[in-house]
Nanobody
Framework: QGHLVESGGGLVQPGGSLRLSCAATRSFFSVDTMGWYRQAPGKERELVATIDNGGSTNYADSVKGRFTISRGNAENTVYLQMNSLQPEDTAIYYC??????????WGKGTLVTVSS
Protein backbone atom coordinates (compact mmCIF):
# COMPACT_ATOMS: atom_id res chain seq x y z
CA GLN A 1 0.00 0.00 0.00
CA GLY A 2 1.06 3.52 -0.78
CA HIS A 3 3.73 2.61 -3.30
CA LEU A 4 1.79 4.01 -6.26
CA VAL A 5 0.15 7.42 -6.28
CA GLU A 6 -2.46 8.43 -8.84
CA SER A 7 -3.55 11.95 -9.72
CA GLY A 8 -5.53 13.78 -12.36
CA GLY A 9 -9.06 12.59 -11.70
CA GLY A 10 -12.00 14.93 -11.43
CA LEU A 11 -15.32 16.02 -12.89
CA VAL A 12 -15.56 16.48 -16.66
CA GLN A 13 -18.41 16.96 -19.10
CA PRO A 14 -19.23 14.33 -21.72
CA GLY A 15 -16.86 14.69 -24.65
CA GLY A 16 -14.15 16.16 -22.47
CA SER A 17 -10.65 14.97 -21.66
CA LEU A 18 -8.57 14.13 -18.61
CA ARG A 19 -5.01 12.94 -18.12
CA LEU A 20 -4.28 10.58 -15.26
CA SER A 21 -0.80 10.19 -13.82
CA CYS A 22 0.72 7.46 -11.68
CA ALA A 23 4.10 7.56 -10.00
CA ALA A 24 5.87 5.02 -7.83
CA THR A 25 7.08 6.28 -4.47
CA ARG A 26 9.85 3.69 -4.24
CA SER A 27 12.12 1.82 -6.58
CA PHE A 28 10.92 -1.38 -8.14
CA PHE A 29 13.02 -3.95 -9.96
CA SER A 30 12.00 -6.30 -12.74
CA VAL A 31 8.84 -4.36 -13.55
CA ASP A 32 6.90 -6.23 -16.21
CA THR A 33 3.90 -4.04 -16.92
CA MET A 34 2.16 -0.96 -15.65
CA GLY A 35 -1.45 -0.24 -16.30
CA TRP A 36 -4.78 1.26 -15.41
CA TYR A 37 -7.89 -0.47 -14.18
CA ARG A 38 -11.25 0.99 -13.19
CA GLN A 39 -14.17 0.10 -10.99
CA ALA A 40 -17.58 1.65 -11.50
CA PRO A 41 -20.24 1.61 -8.75
CA GLY A 42 -21.74 -1.84 -8.41
CA LYS A 43 -19.33 -3.39 -10.91
CA GLU A 44 -16.14 -5.41 -10.74
CA ARG A 45 -12.74 -3.90 -11.38
CA GLU A 46 -11.85 -4.11 -15.07
CA LEU A 47 -8.77 -3.58 -17.19
CA VAL A 48 -8.51 -0.28 -19.02
CA ALA A 49 -5.03 -0.35 -20.52
CA THR A 50 -1.57 -1.80 -19.90
CA ILE A 51 1.92 -1.12 -21.23
CA ASP A 52 4.91 -3.43 -20.94
CA ASN A 53 8.63 -2.75 -20.81
CA GLY A 54 8.89 -2.95 -24.57
CA GLY A 55 6.18 -0.37 -25.02
CA SER A 56 3.53 -2.77 -26.21
CA THR A 57 0.06 -1.68 -25.20
CA ASN A 58 -3.23 -3.41 -24.57
CA TYR A 59 -6.62 -1.70 -24.33
CA ALA A 60 -10.13 -2.68 -23.36
CA ASP A 61 -12.39 -2.60 -26.39
CA SER A 62 -14.53 0.06 -24.74
CA VAL A 63 -11.68 2.60 -24.68
CA LYS A 64 -9.81 1.83 -27.91
CA GLY A 65 -9.36 4.94 -30.01
CA ARG A 66 -10.22 7.23 -27.08
CA PHE A 67 -7.64 6.45 -24.39
CA THR A 68 -3.85 6.35 -24.71
CA ILE A 69 -1.47 4.85 -22.17
CA SER A 70 2.16 5.93 -22.06
CA ARG A 71 5.18 5.66 -19.79
CA GLY A 72 6.90 8.72 -18.42
CA ASN A 73 10.57 9.58 -18.51
CA ALA A 74 10.84 9.08 -14.78
CA GLU A 75 11.18 5.51 -13.64
CA ASN A 76 7.92 3.67 -13.07
CA THR A 77 5.56 6.44 -14.09
CA VAL A 78 2.59 5.92 -16.35
CA TYR A 79 -0.06 8.18 -17.85
CA LEU A 80 -3.53 7.68 -19.23
CA GLN A 81 -4.80 10.28 -21.68
CA MET A 82 -8.57 10.00 -21.84
CA ASN A 83 -10.45 11.74 -24.64
CA SER A 84 -14.10 11.76 -25.69
CA LEU A 85 -15.12 10.78 -22.17
CA GLN A 86 -18.61 9.42 -21.69
CA PRO A 87 -20.76 8.91 -18.57
CA GLU A 88 -20.02 5.19 -18.70
CA ASP A 89 -16.35 6.01 -18.11
CA THR A 90 -17.25 7.20 -14.61
CA ALA A 91 -15.29 5.08 -12.14
CA ILE A 92 -12.42 4.98 -9.72
CA TYR A 93 -9.26 4.50 -11.76
CA TYR A 94 -6.47 2.45 -10.22
CA CYS A 95 -2.82 2.29 -11.22
CA UNK A 96 -1.22 -1.15 -11.30
CA UNK A 97 2.40 -2.31 -11.43
CA UNK A 98 3.32 -5.94 -12.01
CA UNK A 99 6.70 -7.44 -11.14
CA UNK A 100 7.97 -10.12 -13.52
CA UNK A 101 7.08 -13.44 -11.86
CA UNK A 102 6.35 -11.46 -8.71
CA UNK A 103 3.62 -9.55 -6.91
CA UNK A 104 1.43 -6.80 -8.20
CA UNK A 105 0.95 -3.41 -6.60
CA TRP A 106 -2.03 -1.05 -6.61
CA GLY A 107 -2.59 2.61 -5.98
CA LYS A 108 -5.49 3.88 -3.90
CA GLY A 109 -7.31 5.17 -6.97
CA THR A 110 -8.51 8.46 -8.38
CA LEU A 111 -12.15 9.24 -9.10
CA VAL A 112 -13.23 10.21 -12.60
CA THR A 113 -16.78 11.52 -12.96
CA VAL A 114 -18.22 12.26 -16.39
CA SER A 115 -21.41 14.24 -16.10
CA SER A 116 -23.12 17.30 -17.50
Amino acid sequence: QGHLVESGGGLVQPGGSLRLSCAATRSFFSVDTMGWYRQAPGKERELVATIDNGGSTNYADSVKGRFTISRGNAENTVYLQMNSLQPEDTAIYYCNLEIYRGPGYWGKGTLVTVSS
